[in-house]
């Protein structure tokens, strides 16, 4: 075990302890293992009553269904007013990545624990209901080492192109969510490199260029890519050109200037995919911060001949908020989706701690406040050090798989995630909701049942009384010191 390493297993291990002895005073538990059999989100709501699902900090409440609360039908002020009427973007799905380290974890617990992990995430009733995710062609940083598909120098004709490896761990762990979803949730697969033979400095690390000359070998990969994913099996919803772009890391990357991006879909990915009628896979360029996404996309977006190919802008959390950008961004390109594609904490396993997930939660209803089509996380699973990582880049993840006790860690922002995907499902519409409390954040969609969710989230140690209005009446209610809720209200409620 390395230093880094070892520090961040003292860590943890140092605050398990205090979790758990906090757990034990707080609600009786004795462990930081929750439980995974959550309330669904099919429960019935009658007419007149808002459905109450919760969580809070120093209870023992995660994502539990409340008693419902009376919608009064009188006019009334109200501090959170929804307007269904009025309609902005369509959800496609929130979810986490597939990864190899996250595969790799989950084979060190127990299968009955791996097992509960997976229905923790894509059970429809039980679970959260992932139904957008995200996974990597080649190897990324969270792998257990460098990898491609092609291992041989100069196949341009790619005949040695395989996808064994992933067979070996990840491909049984996105086929197994699958089982378990019962319903095909989509796949957003992105490169962190080509393979080392195709690029300037010749290593899959520390950044580099593709090589121009193998500019067309490289879409025709992505071609290779999908069909042999299909061909398992696991259709690919969308690709995007190249995980940030703008960045060297000394892990897997490739930098791209905007032209060169739009360049490769204009000449070479986007032809590629229509030539072989693939042309249903969805394009997303970026997928970087957002703190030049505008200039970014712009220059890509404006030439025709690029943008009649992709079908929106990804984009990272690590630089800042820049919500106006977002918004700016919609307004300019109104027929070009925004999609999070990747967020996640840095530094090693965070177990126990409460601010994860109200980060999460700010980031997720400000981007969907600023027409993100859905919010895609980093590494579903990773291990008590915050890997496997082979470039030590350890993180923290909403679940920690920990194999050498064979117990599972689920973490806040695993329950802050669930307040959107479990009752914001495809296909919901963002609607009005105006606020007039600054302590309180919150966004309100309507499903296709016609079931409404409004998010709403306090951040501050006090609990604030608040009432949820619409046309015709309100509801009054209170938000518990920090804490997350999800008020569903029925569709014959709905004036």
Known sequence: MNPKQLFFSYRYLLITMLITASMI??????????TTSLAGQDTHIPKGLVGVYLTAKCTGDRLTLKDPVEFHRKHTSATIYIEPDLKHQEIEGFGGAFTESAAYALSKVSPEKREEVIKAYFDPLEGLGYSLCRTHINSCDFSLGNYSYVETPDDTELKDFNIQRDKN?????????????????????SPWSPPAWMKTNGKMNDGGKL???????WAQYFIKYIKAYAAEGINIWGVSVQNEPDATQRWDSCRYSAGEERDFVKNHLGPALSKQQLD???????????NNIVNRAKDILSDPNAARYIWGTGYHWYRGEYLNDLARLNNMYPDKKLLPTEGCIEDGPKVGEWYTGEKYGRSIIGDLNHYAAGWIDWNMVLDEHGGPNHA???????????GETNRIFYNSSYYYIGHFSKFI???AVRIGCKINNSKLRAT??????????VVVMNDSGKRIKFSLGQAGGAAHLTSPAHSIMTLLIAPETVI
């Open 280 to 290: 249903s896979v969805k394009v997303i360029v970026w997928d970087h911060n957002k």
């Open 211 to 217: 090589k121009p000359e193998y500019a067309g070998t």
């Open 169 to 189: 761990l990840l491909i049984p762990l996105i086929k197994d969510a699958m089982a378990v979803s019962g319903s095909s949730f989509k796949i957003l697969a």
């Open 25 to 34: 005073f707080i609600s009786g538990r004795g462990k930081t293992e929750a």
């Open 444 to 453: 309100a969609f309507q499903n296709t049942d016609g079931k409404i969710a």
């Open 425 to 427: 499902r495809p296909g």
């Open 392 to 402: 030590d880049n350890f993180c923290d993840a909403p679940v920690i798989a920990d």
